[in-house]
């Protein structure tokens, strides 16, 4: 058990709906990363908040959104949802940000929340 | 550019026998860090190793090592005395930057573990 949670652990919705997910990262931990896993995409990363803030964004569709809260959970929102939006969506956290020197800042992932989109 | 390659889609291995999953990396940044990941059928991420651009020694953890050869770009991980619990997909990923923290991923490697 990694310490992060994700809720809710599956989900089913019909294209054009709205849908949030979300994450809690491991208790200390201030920065949050969204990634998303499909089958034709592979793993790749969504956007960070590190304490309440935007951090780095990668390629996270216009249709998406996140925020991290005051209590350091996480949301994701995913609106108008397409057919290929169907993905493993994993949140990470860790404990801060990375230094100057490539330092370790490990990730630690939660289990992820499947949605498929129908 | 791809920034991190796999280019074994999967790999068997025997029980109690040494495996080595092969990953390189491009990238022009003289600092970065680079990861690998388990993911078991379940579906969870599970961290591995990790090596930084400026460790002098390569990085090992339990039956877990990381031959990092910098001059070739490659991070290949190395298992020892395989289980029949290491099957699953193995994700080298690359962290690029200094003071940058998002990771880019290979596409993976199945491992398989013959009994």
């Known amino acids: 058990d990694s310490g992060v949670t994700q809720t809710p652990k599956h989900l089913i919705t019909a294209t054009g709906q709205r849908v949030t997910l979300r994450c809690s990262p491991r208790?200390?931990?201030?920065?949050v990363y969204w990634y998303q896993q499909s089958l034709d995409q592979g793993l790749q990363f969504l956007i960070q908040?590190?304490?309440?803030?935007?951090?780095a964004k990668g390629n996270i569709l216009e249709r998406f959104s996140a925020q991290q809260f005051p209590d350091l959970h996480s949301e994701l929102n995913l609106s108008s949802l397409e057919l290929g939006d169907s993905a493993l969506y994993f949140c990470?956290?860790?404990?801060?940000?990375?230094?100057?020197?490539?330092?370790?800042?490990?990730?630690?992932f939660g289990p992820g929340t499947r949605l498929t989109v129908l | 550019a791809q920034k991190i390659t796999q280019t074994q889609p999967g790999m068997f291995v025997q029980e109690k026998e040494a495996v080595t999953l092969d990953c390189t990396y491009d990238?022009?940044?003289?600092?970065?860090?680079l990861f690998w990941y388990k993911q078991p059928s379940s579906g969870e991420m599970i961290f591995l190793i990790y090596?930084?651009?400026?460790?002098?020694q390569n990085a090992t953890e339990g039956r877990y090592s990381l031959n990092f050869q910098k001059a070739r770009k490659s991070a290949n991980l190395v298992i020892s005395a395989s289980q029949l619990g290491d099957s699953a997909m193995y994700f080298c990923?690359?962290?690029?930057?200094?003071?940058?923290?998002?990771?880019?991923f290979g596409t993976g490697t199945r491992l398989t573990v013959i009994p």
């Open positions: 990470a956290s860790s404990a801060g940000l990375a230094g100057a020197s490539s330092s370790y800042n490990e990730q630690f």
């Open positions: 208790s200390g931990d201030l920065s």
């Open positions: 908040y590190y304490n309440g803030e935007e951090r």
């Open positions: 990238t022009s940044d003289p600092s970065y860090g």
């Open positions: 090596q930084g651009s400026y460790d002098q």
């Open positions: 990923a690359m962290r690029e930057g200094a003071g940058a923290n998002n990771l880019f």
